[in-house]
């Protein structure tokens, strides 16, 4: 039962890796670039919850809607300003814009909070349990977790294939170059998408300040895991995505029974066991 009960918490985890990724999957499968930052702005999601519910007293609904809308307006700016003249053949420039801004937003938490670790108090949620057995529980938390990880990637793939904005965003992924053709603006598209990853990444930082301890210096794990995810899962597919982030988070439970420092290493040769037999991924994009 032991073993069993490692699976399911492994299954949760990988809805909130899943979340880590969803925003990465994204912006790679539109705008073909990998933002070296990303982890870093999930913390600070992180950190903004707690600030509006912990340090100002918030309700949680309010914090929420806050961190959401504070990440995808940043999101959208950041992109239309500044990363939107670094994006052209060149991969290097974006890689090295994000890394800088990944450097600065870590210093800069570093300087509002401190280097203490912070998590978010969630009440009776903290030990709340679902009991399916007498020796098989899953954790409310984490259910609710892998939960909101369905409904975003559900509610990503209606954006993708019933709206407009959707398909405007499918022919940018296609070939960006011929969106202006369609009477289309490549830089605002751009950002749209960036702004939608971003309240992704909003999600997952609220998520994460719930789940676990984080500090200034955290955003590079999740990045990490967010990566691996999406490569598992494959480039660009986010139902993929969630299955990476399943993979992964099973792969570091069942690793932790094994010993407790065999955690994080498992879900590494998982990963790294992925790259060798299948380079593009389990679940690849296919092309509409």
């Known amino acids: 039962m032991v073993w069993i009960n490692a699976l399911i918490q492994g299954v949760m985890l990988g809805g909130l890796y899943a979340l880590f990724a969803a925003g990465l999957s994204l912006m790679f499968g539109v705008m073909r670039f990998v933002n070296i930052a990303h982890g870093d702005f999930i913390v600070v999601g992180a950190y903004l919850i707690f600030t509006f519910v912990i340090s100002w007293g918030l309700s949680p609904v309010v914090g929420v809607a806050m961190v959401v809308l504070i990440l995808g307006l940043?999101?959208?700016?950041?992109?239309?300003?500044?990363?939107?003249?670094?994006?052209?053949?060149d991969i290097l420039p974006p890689i090295l814009?994000?890394?800088?801004?990944?450097?600065?937003?870590?210093?800069?938490?570093?300087?509002?909070?401190?280097?203490?670790?912070?998590?978010?108090?969630t009440g009776m949620f903290e030990t709340a349990s679902l009991q399916l057995s007498d020796q098989i529980a899953v954790g409310v938390l984490p259910l609710l977790m892998f939960v909101t990880a369905i409904a975003v990637i559900w509610a990503l793939q209606l954006v993708f294939y019933k709206t407009s904005l959707g398909r405007m965003l499918r022919a940018t992924s296609d070939d960006a170059e011929i969106v202006p053709l369609m009477g289309g603006n490549r830089g605002h598209t751009f950002a749209l998408a960036t702004a939608l990853a971003s309240v992704v990444v909003g999600i997952a930082g609220i998520w994460l300040a719930m789940k676990t301890n984080f500090d200034p210096a955290a955003g590079p794990a999740r990045l990490l895991f967010a990566f691996e995810a999406v490569i598992i899962g494959g480039l660009g597919n986010l139902w993929g995505t969630l299955l990476g982030g399943i993979i992964l988070g099973v792969a570091q439970t069942l690793g932790a029974q094994v010993d407790a420092g065999f955690q994080i290493l498992a879900g590494h040769l998982v990963f790294l066991l992925v790259l060798i037999f299948r380079p593009t991924g389990l679940m690849p994009k296919v092309a509409h």
Do not use: H, V
Not at 74 to 89: C, D, E, H, P, V
Not at 108 to 113: A, H, I, R, W
């Open 74 to 89: 940043a999101g959208y700016i950041n992109q239309r300003i500044l990363l939107n003249r670094a994006l052209g053949k």
């Open 97 to 121: 814009i994000t890394f800088g801004m990944s450097i600065i937003l870590q210093n800069g938490l570093l300087e509002l909070y401190s280097a203490d670790s912070r998590k978010l108090p």
